[in-house]
Each structure stands twice: as structure tokens, then as C-alpha cells.
């Protein structure tokens, strides 16, 4: 896949993560939102939880795939600009609470409950930074997750 | 908490995960329970034996005497929320005595099933009431942490996080927890907009479970309908009811597992025929895990990291022996 179309696609990934990790909350059904015609999903808890976990792979795989592909290969030619070190470091605390949360589902494992509830909130709080740092850098127009030269989410050259 | 006694401040709110947290640290069962089979490191499981329930009530009015105090005690008039006609609020204060359903103020109540089995009559009474499922969903889908399961197996709502979305109800296979609204959280942060009080539910009666006491419902039954202990001996004391006398049995895998058994001489699908079903009148019916794709896309998680170090490896790779070949050709 070219750099152009991954990114583009783990836009769409990122966007619907978000959709459905709001959707966790009930409020689609409250506000009407998923009585609009197509969005009657959006009010199934099980469904977007689900679709939460599968994209969660996803985007699991897509990052790792570039911090790896970073690491071995431009650590030291292409330097992270601040909101870059900024988001990165949010998308690593969202998948790394992300991931907590998968854990405390599985039927075998029993945290205690501050603990479940501390994983939930900073989950939350940290995917809701995310989305306020990435609406800060794409109206100040410095979507670049790098100071300067190529982007590996804009699919220029490296 | 109570609002109308203590107010829900930043200090009040902290104080109380502290708490929680703290009480979560505790053994789980202090060892003095009365069942002596009581164990730490087993979640503890009831057993119903509906065969022997007469209706008497008894553990209805035992659960309300014992847990009156964590009954919500809302202030009113309640803000109003918006949108109005979605976000109504769920009003029992004045249906306190309500006890032919589950309500905020009720969280125990008698199911009577007259039913024809194998040529003769019954009349089963069960009593119902959260079941404490072993991957309850009601915790696991909560976005708010305001649900979980404690070690020993209890799944609580934590009242004073609780914003009373009534998405626990609507996961519950049973749809368990009821909502009070004007109490709560939700009236400190956006109560027009987010929120609509807290859910109640059978808390198993924790406090008295962390005191070495029984639940209120298992000490005062007259007839010895309930019994609690660590969950294989209580199963092994269920498949032995049930074998003994050629019976059924229900909750032990229902929704992946509970920690509720109920056994009866009459197969639990003729008695959910038979109860009356409805908001807060929980059926008998069959239930699948609720969880169970949640597990499977669990593993494609776990993998998911190792094959995208690996996929960015072989790219280097490529891209590497890409840039050998181009510098050979030079």
C-alpha cells in the first residue's frame, strides 16, 4: 500500500475509533443522533464495542508497523516535531489504557475496581486530548507529525 | 452517598474512590463468614433452591431492612434534562414500597410460575435479584468504571461515580439495575445535558460479607432457600441437588457463568413461560455469553503488535536490500 492510502486509511480507522469509543457513551440515542437513517448502529452498545475492539487491532498493527519502520530506518534523519512527540505520545497512552481495558473484559481476569475505574477514566481523558491536540494542529496547519522534509502519514517522501 | 446528607463535593467525591479503593483492597471474604466454607481466593457463589421457597417475603423485607441505607434520597425539583423527551427522568420515590419488581428501593423480589410438569402441579416462587455474573457486562461496558466486579465475585455499583446512563441496564441480559434519577454525580457535573442519576442493584450485600456476616436474604429465610459459599462447593452442592432428585439448573452458564444457581424441580424454560416478564421482571430464559465475541476479537489485539513489528521489518528489509541494490548498480 502506498504511504498516501495508509494514511488516508489510518485516518479513517482513527475516525471511527473515536465514533464508536464516543459511542460507548450513551448519548447517540439521547440526542437523536442514531435516529438519523444509517446511524441506528451507533445506538448498539455491543456492536460498537465490537467494532471498537476489531479496529483496535487495526490501529495496533498500522502503529506498530510505523514506529518500527521509524525506528529502524529514520530515527535519525527525520526528527518528530512537538505536536508530533504531542500526539504520538497520546495515541501510545490511548492503546497502552486501550489495551488494559481488553484485559479487564477477559472473563478470567479481576482487577479491583478503583483500578478498572482508573483505566477507564484516563482512557477517556487521554482520547479527548488527542482530539483536542489534533483539531489545535490541523487549524494552526501543522498536521506534520515531523519538523521538516516528509511526512509517513502524508505519504510523502522520506 | 446520600446527597441530602453529606452533599457530593470534589473532596466528598475523592474521598469516597478512596474509600472504595481502599475497601477494594480488603480480603475479599473475611473468614469468619458463616458458611464455613468460605475461602479468599474463590469468588462466592448462592445456590437457590427454589423447590423449598414458599413466598413468604421474608428476604424482601430483609434486604430492605439491611440495605435502607444506601437507598437514594434525591432532593427535588430535579433539574430539568435535555432533550426533554429523551432524557425523562426515572422517579421512584414515591413508589418506595414497590416490591413486585426490582426498583431503586427494592432489589429483591418473589416470582411465582404455577406450572404443569410431568403431570403435576407447582408453584414454584424464585427469588430474583442481580445475579453477579463472573464477566458481568454491566462492568466490563461501563465507560465510566462506575461498575465491577470485586474479587470475591460481588459486582457493584459505585454510587457515588455513577452517572446513571442506564447502560448497565440495557447490557444486563436481565436488565437488573434500576435508575433513580436527582441523585448522584451527574447533578455536579452537566446535569441538563449528561446523566440522568445513578443505578441500583443487589450489592450482595458486601458490608456485611467484609464483616464475616451472611447477606441479609440467605441469614433471614425461614426456609433455607439460599446458600452461599465459594463457587465449587456450591456447584458441586447444586449438580448433586440436581442429580439426586433429577432436576434443572440455571445459572451456571448462563452469560458465560454467574455466581447466582438457582435449581427446580420444574425446567426453567416452562418457568419462564410462566413468570411475568417486563421492565424490572427479569426472565428465565436461555442466555448466550454476552462477551464471548469480545474475548475472540481479544486475541486478534494481542496479536496485532507483533505482526505489525513484523510487517515493519520486513518492509526495512525490502527497503534496505532496495538501496543495496540501487548503490551495487551505481
Known sequence: MSNIYFARFFKIIVFFMALTGVAQMPIFKRYYISDLPGLGWLADFYLTNKIHYALAAVLIFMVMYLATEYILTKRNSMKLSRCGVVRAALFALI?????????KNLPYVTMDPFTV???????LVFAMLLGIVALMALIRGKSSYFEEGGNILKGKSY | MKLKKTG???RNFLKGLGVGSAAALLPSVAPSVVSAATSDSEELMTLLDISKCTGCGECVQGCSDVNETKYPDPIKPYPEMYPASRAKPEDWTDKRDVDDRLTPYNWLYIQTAEVEYNGESYEINIPRRCLHCQNPPCANLCPWGAAAKQKNGIVRIFENVCLGGAKCRAVCPWHIPQRQTGVGLYLRLLPKFAGNGVMYKCDRCYNRINEGKLPACVEVCPESVQTIGPRSEILAKAHELVKK???FIYGEDENGGTNTVYVSPVPFDILNGAVEKGAGKPGLQAVADSMADEEKL?????????AGIAAGIIKVGRYLSSSKKENDNE
Do not use: K, L, Q
Open chain 1, 95 to 103: 492503546i497502552f489504557t486501550g489495551v488494559f481495558r481488553v484485559i
Open chain 1, 117 to 123: 475505574m482508573m483505566i477507564d477514566w484516563t482512557h
Open chain 2, 8 to 10: 457530593i463535593s470534589r
Open chain 2, 245 to 247: 432428585n433429577g432436576w
Open chain 2, 298 to 306: 481479544a486475541t486478534a489485539i494481542a496479536i496485532a503488535p507483533f
